[in-house]
């Protein structure tokens, strides 16, 4: 198993959009429609954003939208907020009930 | 809602066994699949491995001979054990609900995502 591959920043303004990718395999990412995306703050314990790729749990603003094309997932974030500035993670389901997760990227909001 | 509360010793020297515990609370521990994910410092997430109450357990292949996952239902409790650590151990251990999957129109969805953590324990090797 080898890490999902994250850009390792991002940044926007207030009020604009960005996208966050993360890079996989056909053994994870591209085979399978179990892409998740982690919100984390500083000091603080991961908090999901999306699962299976595009769903986003009871609570989550609709601001945060996600999708996949191929081997490569997405993370759309819409009218940037100062409190969106955070690490985002992606994870896979990655075969034989394992996960793999993405090395982060940090989203500055400028 | 389920609250998870890691612990555990903070120290632990280099070739010697780190064992914590997750207790929950405000939900069963049946109702989930258990997972410990660890992240060093400054650095990304990594899955170690799951299990279920009634014992079933999985592991990241990258670690499997050096991780157990174990589960005391009496206690309410999960367990992990690193055996043989190094300071590449050190990092921040977490453990988290995790849905494996589901049926849906007689095909199984795989997901594997976690929904609730608990807030951390941080563990550094060091002699």
């Known amino acids: 198993q080898s890490a999902l591959t994250q850009a390792p920043s991002a940044s926007g303004s207030p009020g604009q959009s960005v996208t966050i990718s993360c890079t996989g395999t056909s053994s994870d990412v591209g085979g399978y429609n179990s892409v998740s995306w982690y919100q984390q703050h500083p000091g603080k314990a991961p908090k999901v954003m999306i699962y299976e790729v595009s769903k986003r749990p009871s609570g989550v603003p609709d601001r945060f939208s996600g999708s996949k094309s191929g081997n490569t997932a997405s993370l759309t974030v819409s009218g940037l907020q100062a409190e969106d500035e955070a690490d985002y993670f992606c994870s896979s389901y990655a075969g034989s009930n394992t996960v793999v997760f993405g090395g982060g990227t940090s989203l500055t909001v400028l | 809602q389920v609250q998870l509360q890691e612990s555990g010793p903070g120290l632990v020297k280099p070739s010697e066994t780190l064992s914590l515990t997750c207790t929950v609370s405000?939900?069963?521990?049946?109702?989930?699949?258990w997972s410990w994910i660890r992240q060093p410092p400054g650095k990304g997430l990594e899955w170690l491995g799951y299990?279920?109450?009634?014992?079933?357990?999985n592991s990241n292949p990258s670690l499997k001979s050096r991780v157990t996952v174990s589960v005391d239902t009496s206690k309410k409790q999960v367990s992990l054990k690193v055996t043989t650590v190094t300071a590449a151990d050190t990092a921040v251990y977490y453990c988290a609900t995790t849905r494996l999957g589901y049926f849906s129109n007689g095909v199984f969805h795989h997901d594997m995502t976690f929904d609730y953590w608990g807030q951390g324990t941080p563990v550094t090797v060091s002699s």
């Open positions: 299990i279920y109450y009634t014992g079933s357990t």
């Open positions: 405000g939900g069963s521990i049946s109702s989930y699949y």
